[in-house]
């Protein structure tokens, strides 16, 4: 079969976990200005917590359930105790106080027994069996659900933010803080949401990724890092950026291992090619395909 249709449903599969990852980061910055550099170890803790719930003995469904809330908490409890004390204070050392929590995180993950090595969930009964063959490509259960179960995450936060009163009232944070205190609303609450809600995202991302190649350490984390084009490429502001900017950079990463490894010397194209992307999308629109182009007054 024809290498071009496995090539884009492939990057389809792996761009609707990166697009879900990359929420985390929109929820964020949509609602305080802050780039999330922990993030990726955030990933990493939702899903090493579902791992370990379910050796021991915790079904799988309900594991990812219970560590979606714990990293709905712990955002909560990061927002509290680190960046409300920096409110008011320069935006790079509230990303520098990011940066040095992902090394805390990363050093307290390292000393527990999944610090080191490689695991993978057991397989739930229902995506156990054979799975479908698309275009010559053959897709597992897990990957089908995967997909469906990042789509439908990411839908239902499209739809929270643009029919609920909460994320109506987050967007209007967003937009004008001053204003949206001005009438009543509770800045500092909705910034605890935002964290919530991305540490709620961020586990979803890491229990799907893990439940399609595994998990390790270093590869969850480093999710973190790797949607950081997707959201540059969407804009940092906009959910349907994130989608859309996940699918994107999916779709060309598996093209660039598809038809470049056999050209350059020591193939690797896919790990590189996103942030070339990057670069050039921040030389032609810093703001991204969705993001608020912002004009400042001189």
Do not use: C
């Amino acid at each position: 079969m024809d290498l071009l249709p496995q090539l884009l449903i492939a990057g389809v599969v792996i761009g609707s976990v990166y697009a879900l990852a990359a929420l985390g980061f929109v929820l964020i910055y949509k609602s305080s200005r802050v780039i999330n550099f922990a993030h990726g170890q955030i990933i990493a803790t939702g899903a090493f917590i579902a791992f370990a719930l379910t050796q021991k003995g915790v079904n799988f469904w309900l594991a990812g359930l219970i560590a979606m809330l714990a990293t709905f908490l712990l955002g909560m409890l990061i927002e509290r105790v680190f960046l409300r004390r920096m409110v008011g204070e320069p935006i790079i050392a509230v990303i520098m106080v990011t940066i040095g929590l992902s090394s805390v995180i990363d050093g307290l993950i390292h000393l527990t027994p999944y610090g080191a090595g490689t695991f993978s969930f057991e397989r739930p009964a229902l995506l156990t069996g054979q799975g479908i063959e698309l275009f010559g490509l053959p897709l597992s259960k897990t990957q089908i659900a995967g997909v469906l179960m990042a789509l439908g995450l990411l839908g239902g936060f499209t739809y929270f933010f643009n029919k609920s009163t909460l994320g109506i009232t987050m967007r209007a944070v967003a937009d004008d803080q001053m204003a949206a205190m001005s009438v009543g609303t509770s800045v500092e609450r909705v910034f605890a949401l935002a964290w919530a809600a991305a540490g709620l995202t961020a586990a979803a991302a890491g229990v799907i990724l893990g439940l399609m190649s595994g998990l390790t350490l270093g590869g969850l984390a480093g999710i973190g890092l790797k949607v950081f084009p997707v959201v540059i490429l969407g804009g940092l502001d906009s959910v349907i950026g994130a989608i859309v900017g996940g699918m994107l950079i999916g779709i060309l990463e598996n093209l660039s291992a598809g038809y470049l490894d056999g050209i350059v010397p020591g193939g690797g194209t896919r790990e590189v090619f996103p942030f070339i992307i990057l670069i050039i999308v921040l030389l032609i629109r810093p703001y991204g395909l969705f993001g608020t182009k912002e004009i400042e007054r001189v």
